[in-house]
């Protein structure tokens, strides 16, 4: 038997080409050269009927699947949704928590928990506030939050109203509530919008944590 490509005979094991050139010769061989109907591209295609350049074909079948799909029909996702709540209100259904969860990181800190938690309802409203640039120098590159009160006083005003002493004696699921609290005690006043250098010029504790851990560090 002999390669379809060059005609030589064919080493054991193989069934069509006797190496990978040839096959790449064939497959160009019998490349069409197609317009999008979506785009209006040139492409390439082994198949004189396609229709749709590589790009679009992956939008278009994407858009398909939504539409045939019942599962992305606002009916149907209210419906899921509705029997979820339902389902966890009754008990039936359960929000592994803690040491529980798949995901569970126990080395994180009271304070890394925390911020973890702050984008959503503090970081991102400021942001958007300060429309995404450093109020000091109007930069819209590497921005973050500066607080203005900052994280541990307002740990230690939330376990002071608790008369909690320490917060390492309790346990992870313990300091659940907590962390809830903490959040709900973020004001947007307590925050600024900075870019990473403003922020090493107003923060001390961040300067100095900066300096420790980067040493191309420049604030």
């Excluded at 064939?26 to 317009?35: D, E, P, T, V």
Aim: with cysteine; aromatic share 8%.
């Amino acid at each position: 038997m002999n390669c379809k490509v060059c005609g030589v005979e064919l080493p054991k094991g193989r069934r069509k080409y006797c190496s990978k050139e040839c096959k790449d010769k064939r497959g160009k061989f019998y490349s069409y050269q197609l317009q999008c109907s979506e785009c209006g591209q040139m492409f390439s295609s082994r198949y004189k009927e396609s229709v749709h350049c590589p790009n679009c074909l992956y939008v278009t079948t994407s858009r398909k699947m939504k539409i045939s799909n019942p599962m992305f029909r606002e009916e149907v996702i209210q419906k899921v949704s509705e029997t979820l709540r339902e389902k966890y209100k009754n008990g039936q259904l359960s929000c592994k928590k803690g040491p529980d969860r798949s995901g569970w990181k126990g080395n994180r800190s009271f304070d890394q928990r925390c911020r973890k938690r702050l984008y959503n309802t503090w970081i991102f409203p400021i942001l958007e506030r300060d429309r995404f640039k450093c109020i000091s120098c109007n930069s819209e590159k590497r921005l973050q939050v500066h607080h203005l009160r900052p994280m541990r006083e307002i740990i230690s005003l939330v376990l002071k109203r608790l008369s909690i002493q320490d917060i390492s004696k309790l346990s992870p699921i313990e300091q659940e509530p907590l962390i809830d609290l903490v959040i709900a005690e973020h004001k947007l006043d307590d925050g600024i919008t900075v870019c990473y250098l403003c922020h090493g010029k107003i923060d001390e504790r961040y300067r100095r944590y900066k300096s420790e851990n980067q040493k191309d560090y420049n604030g």
